[in-house]
């Protein structure tokens, strides 16, 4: 996040206190960077990262059953490396819908996404008969600065040069589908600022997919930079689709959760065809990530039997089933190198899962898990000789003591890969409130160079998140996202902390409110210990009261020995006028002195 | 919190699944040290440390207006080197009662603490003519083991001669006033429990002294260690009465809340007579340990005046502006002996406090702060030459990489005296979630070396905390201080992690949510998802659904490959069969597979 105030508001914005959306140009005319600016009543602006795409902008009209506009299309078109082509049929199955389904039929077909008819696209075929790169990776390896690149630059406040360079290290990945147009580029890299996944995925056969939509857009509007699709059972490629064509952030899934209902939930019948036909499906359809558990090896499952909770990851005991049925290696890592050459062709960038992550505390960085990190190491470099762009997934739940090996470990086995972890979570005794156990964690992995950190909310390991859980889980992970910005000296991150900060000395309450990561929040809370419009620009708050102020002191200590620091410090006159009136209000309001603080 | 699967149930205990009181018994009839028990589905015993004092002890029937039977009385009288008198004769003006008042008069006198007559008791006096020191610290150092030290051993599992050296080397404090024999001993220390402090404190004229006892009563019964009470204005002494009698736990103060309600809100009419008064008059009530801002010189106070947020600490601006008025050295400073005069008669335990903290990301780690701990550096070594337990208190606003320099140069400057911190909130730009924000830092600090965490509320900053912002407040930090044991790898600190663990794994969820630090909210997270009382027992969970169960192929595993490991692994019978039937009932339910979780 960062603090431009030498940006004026663009023509036609109104320069009224609170914020709006805001852009910022390019070196062309389609590269318009959408930000959250913030007006002050200094006179200051303050610009902000915004994650939530055209739903906050009100001067254009969205409409989910037609989606979002394809803003990347002419980059990706332009670039002259893609081809549009007829596609995979899509079958009744990709819904969940058998003739052996008692619920069977067609009864979901109205779901369809009336949207745009649109092809698929996919790298065109090369000289030597393999399908052309068409990734950010290969892009940026041979020197190119593509406009997603320019558009990350702005947002991050880097050159482009840098942002090219850090992809074509392998240090960042830019996950951007040729499939997806619609997206917001962003960029996921330690250099860069700390990013955060929210998940969503319909939960029952009875949940609208526009719920699901809302979902996504309710999740962006908090911070989210990207959403992971977790749909299972019915419906899902319809819901896939719908959340696609009106998502602005890159949208990640686990193929073999599809998959596996495609094989009616019996991991040992999953073939390496079924899965390569769901690959292609999503592929097809525009998803940016796919979550990958090609390190379970056969010969690392036993190596969880003693563990404390086994295999947590829902992915990772597919596979280990799917071996100890088989007693074969794993389809996903036999194929790999197939499977690179498939996402190659659509720039679908790898996650790979640590499908043998740690579900306890007792379980965290044993052999099991840093056994499969070694294997993941190896996948990653054979992504990239395939210029597929590459993170890695890490856990999950570690003592904090043993977090920060995690991140080193990773960053030397995966040669610095963007790590995308799971919290940590770092004590197993708060169920109900593991988005905080895990802040704890995130922030921690986050500051030591982890550069995506997967929200948690207060349901994880309980039940269902609900709207309310979604929020509490996006906001938890923005701050622990910002905190490690702000701890690894992201350039410009504290700007944002300062200026809060400011604000807060200088009794403006409106700025501080409109600054939060939550101005609602902040607003009513405020607002039920002092509701009166004037206490809003009261020169003291709740906590001191009216007759005794730290802040006022600090104002006069700062006159009488800062020397004239700028600033619109308050005049003596004016403090004192307003401090009696305020005395005289707060009395009658029976309101006291309070005290939060420990002195 | 350790586990103690040796220990049965106290004799008439039921052994119905759940937790109740239980205790363990000492060298002596009158040393009952408090523990929570939870009973297991699988037979086991889980003994959890418990602060929530008689309340929750059905045997035992209080009354507020009573108090809390005395239990130390016969410990303090035993030792013989404390006698009674008479005491300070009680002025109206303790109340805030004053003739200027328009509310004055007597209306206040029918909440005068009607339990037992008292007379207040302090060190006789010696054959040098001081006041004994009646210090935990003296006894340690004449290598005495109090019943007090015999009952914190017994309640973090350690041995009497450790506590006795821990205090002796003033590395711990164990803070018991003679004058409140209610409180059921514990101790502050980096080689004991991280301790958890709540604030408290009328906030209202209207606001009843049965609401702040309440508030005390509900803070320890989620885990608060101490509380402090930051009464101000009136009823002040009467309330703090009430707390007192009622408290289990040790009370803190900062005495100068109240000797600037003497002076009518007026810093600079503050004196040492007037601060003194008051000191003695908390005294006599009982109060354990009190926040001295004795470090703030007027020296120092310029070092502020370029702050970003100048000085946050409400008794540090008090002392600043009075050094302001009066260009004098802080009376606090040069009255400080005399105080360690006082304070050694009582055991009350100091808290120097950090006036000079803090208050934003931008001002952490500067001059006047670690100016300020020199000068506390100095004092703690004057109150040690005095017997006086002594504890440092510490910021505040702490980006996390600055973090961990405050508790190395506390620990180096202070001679290792427990480290006693505010957060630290690690970003500033969260108002609403600054429990969040502050319990990264605290979790992390807690790691390093703090022996107690001042806990805050989501209101920080904005407003007064209500009953539910307290609890969250709590269980927050109590979160914190559980991470920070398990990383210290405090004896035992873990096996409460492994018990939820266990449970968690083997499908116990009825043990999962008594295992819980919260188990009213981990129950009703669960049952919104599948309020069915057999979902309790089912062996699957909403995450995976019933079809998939990545804890049922662990177990799977476990059997195949982990040989016999003992431990009640469920029968596949037993699993299909409940899985089929789950299945039916799941299905019916018309929920799916959700997975809250990346993969």
Same mark, same amino acid.
């Given at each position: =996040?960062t =603090?431009?105030?030498?940006?004026?508001? @663009?023509?036609?914005?109104?320069?009224?206190?609170?914020?709006?959306?805001?852009?910022v140009?390019?070196?062309?005319?389609?590269?318009r960077? +959408? %930000?959250?600016r913030v007006?002050?009543?200094?006179?200051?602006?303050?610009?902000?990262?915004?994650?939530? /795409?055209?739903?906050?902008?009100?001067?254009?009209?969205?409409d989910?059953?037609?989606?979002?506009?394809?803003?990347r299309?002419?980059?990706?078109i332009?670039?002259?490396?893609?081809?549009?082509?007829?596609?995979?049929?899509?079958?009744?199955?990709?819904?969940?819908?058998?003739?052996?389904?008692?619920?069977?039929?067609?009864r979901?077909?109205?779901?369809?996404?009336?949207?745009?008819?649109?092809?698929?696209r996919? /790298?065109?075929?090369?000289t030597?008969?393999?399908?052309?790169?068409?990734?950010?990776?290969?892009?940026?390896?041979?020197?190119?600065?593509? +406009?997603?690149?320019?558009?990350v630059?702005?947002?991050?406040?880097?050159?482009?040069?840098?942002?090219?360079?850090?992809i074509?290290?392998?240090?960042?990945?830019?996950?951007?589908n040729?499939?997806? +147009?619609?997206i917001?580029?962003?960029?996921?890299?330690k250099?860069?600022?700390?990013?955060?996944?929210?998940?969503?995925g319909?939960?029952?056969?009875?949940?609208?997919?526009?719920?699901?939509?809302?979902?996504?857009?309710?999740?962006?509007r908090? /911070?989210?930079?990207?959403?992971?699709?977790?749909?299972?059972?019915?419906?899902?490629?319809?819901?896939r689709?719908w959340?696609?064509?009106?998502?602005?952030?890159?949208?990640?899934?686990?193929?073999?959760?599809?998959?596996?209902?495609?094989?009616?939930?019996?991991?040992?019948?999953l073939?390496?065809? %079924?899965?390569?036909?769901t690959v292609i499906?999503?592929? #097809?359809?525009?998803v940016?990530?796919?979550?990958?558990?090609?390190?379970?090896l056969?010969?690392?499952?036993?190596? !969880?039997a003693r563990?404390?909770?086994g295999?947590?990851?829902?992915?990772?005991?597919? =596979?280990?089933a799917?071996?100890?049925?088989?007693?074969?290696?794993?389809?996903?890592y036999?194929?790999? #190198?197939?499977?690179?050459e498939?996402?190659?062709?659509?720039d %679908?960038?790898?996650?790979l899962?640590?499908?043998?992550?740690?579900?306890?505390? *007792? &379980?965290?960085n &044993?052999?099991?898990?840093?056994?499969?990190?070694?294997?993941?190491g190896?996948?990653?470099?054979?992504?990239?000789?395939?210029?597929?762009?590459?993170?890695?997934?890490?856990?999950?739940?570690?003592? =904090?003591?043993?977090?920060?090996?995690?991140?080193?470990l990773?960053?030397e086995?995966? #040669?610095?890969?963007?790590?995308? !972890?799971?919290?940590p979570?770092?004590?197993?005794?708060?169920?109900?409130?593991?988005?905080?156990?895990?802040?704890?964690g995130?922030?921690?992995?986050?500051w030591?160079?982890? *550069?995506m950190?997967?929200?948690?909310?207060?349901?994880?390991?309980?039940?269902?998140?609900?709207?309310?859980?979604v929020?509490?889980?996006?906001?938890t992970?923005?701050?622990?996202?910002?905190a490690?910005? %702000?701890?690894?000296?992201h350039?410009?991150?504290?700007d944002?902390? &300062?200026?809060l900060?400011?604000?807060?000395?200088?009794?403006?309450w @409106?700025?501080?409110?409109?600054?939060?990561?939550?101005?609602?929040?902040?607003r009513?809370?405020?607002?039920?210990?002092?509701?009166a #419009?004037?206490a809003?620009?009261?020169?003291?708050?709740?906590?001191c009261?009216?007759?005794?102020?730290?802040?006022?002191?600090?104002?006069?200590?700062?006159?009488?020995?800062?020397?004239?620091?700028?600033?619109p410090?308050?005049?003596t006159?004016e403090?004192?006028?307003g401090m009696?009136?305020?005395?005289?209000?707060?009395?009658?309001?029976g309101?006291?002195?309070?005290?939060p603080?420990?002195?």
């Amino acid at each position: =996040m960062t =603090m431009q105030d030498a940006r004026m508001p @663009e023509e036609g914005q109104s320069r009224e206190i609170g914020w709006h959306k805001g852009y910022v140009s390019g070196s062309r005319p389609d590269i318009r960077v +959408p %930000v959250r600016r913030v007006h002050l009543t200094n006179g200051k602006d303050v610009t902000l990262y915004d994650t939530s /795409g055209p739903y906050t902008d009100p001067q254009i009209d969205t409409d989910v059953r037609r989606g979002l506009a394809p803003l990347r299309d002419n980059w990706i078109i332009g670039r002259g490396d893609t081809e549009e082509y007829p596609g995979r049929e899509p079958q009744p199955e990709d819904d969940g819908i058998r003739h052996t389904s008692p619920r069977g039929g067609l009864r979901n077909l109205d779901a369809v996404f009336p949207g745009r008819p649109r092809l698929p696209r996919r /790298g065109r075929t090369g000289t030597d008969g393999r399908r052309l790169a068409v990734t950010q990776l290969a892009y940026a390896r041979r020197g190119e600065i593509t +406009p997603e690149m320019e558009y990350v630059a702005i947002r991050e406040n880097r050159s482009p040069e840098f942002v090219r360079d850090e992809i074509a290290a392998g240090r960042a990945v830019l996950p951007a589908n040729v499939n997806h +147009p619609e997206i917001e580029p962003m960029i996921i890299g330690k250099n860069f600022l700390v990013k955060v996944n929210a998940n969503i995925g319909n939960s029952a056969v009875t949940s609208s997919i526009e719920e699901e939509v809302e979902k996504m857009t309710w999740a962006t509007r908090w /911070g989210a930079d990207t959403v992971m699709d977790l749909s299972t059972g019915r419906n899902i490629h319809t819901t896939r689709e719908w959340v696609l064509r009106n998502s602005p952030v890159p949208i990640g899934t686990v193929p073999l959760y599809q998959a596996l209902e495609k094989v009616d939930g019996r991991a040992e019948e999953l073939t390496w065809d %079924v899965y390569k036909d769901t690959v292609i499906e999503q592929c #097809e359809q525009g998803v940016d990530y796919m979550t990958v558990h090609a390190g379970v090896l056969l010969r690392y499952v036993p190596l !969880t039997a003693r563990r404390k909770t086994g295999i947590v990851s829902r992915g990772g005991s597919i =596979m280990a089933a799917w071996c100890l049925a088989h007693h074969k290696e794993s389809f996903l890592y036999t194929h790999f #190198e197939e499977l690179c050459e498939i996402l190659r062709a659509y720039d %679908v960038t790898f996650s790979l899962g640590d499908g043998l992550r740690p579900g306890s505390i *007792a &379980d965290a960085n &044993d052999e099991a898990q840093f056994a499969e990190l070694q294997t993941l190491g190896e996948l990653n470099r054979i992504a990239k000789a395939h210029d597929v762009q590459t993170m890695i997934e890490g856990p999950g739940h570690v003592p =904090m003591h043993k977090i920060k090996e995690n991140i080193d470990l990773q960053q030397e086995i995966c #040669e610095e890969a963007p790590f995308y !972890t799971l919290g940590p979570l770092t004590t197993d005794i708060a169920p109900a409130y593991d988005h905080i156990t895990s802040g704890i964690g995130a922030a921690m992995i986050g500051w030591w160079g982890t *550069a995506m950190l997967c929200y948690v909310t207060p349901k994880e390991h309980l039940g269902l998140p609900n709207r309310d859980d979604v929020k509490t889980g996006v906001i938890t992970y923005k701050i622990a996202a910002h905190a490690a910005d %702000v701890a690894k000296g992201h350039p410009g991150a504290q700007d944002w902390d &300062d200026a809060l900060s400011d604000a807060r000395f200088e009794f403006r309450w @409106e700025d501080q409110f409109n600054l939060a990561l939550d101005p609602d929040t902040a607003r009513e809370y405020h607002d039920e210990t002092l509701p009166a #419009e004037p206490a809003k620009t009261a020169h003291f708050c709740s906590m001191c009261g009216p007759k005794f102020c730290s802040m006022k002191i600090s104002q006069d200590i700062r006159r009488e020995h800062g020397g004239d620091l700028g600033g619109p410090a308050l005049g003596t006159a004016e403090i004192e006028a307003g401090m009696a009136e305020k005395s005289k209000e707060f009395a009658e309001s029976g309101n006291r002195v309070y005290l939060p603080l420990a002195d």
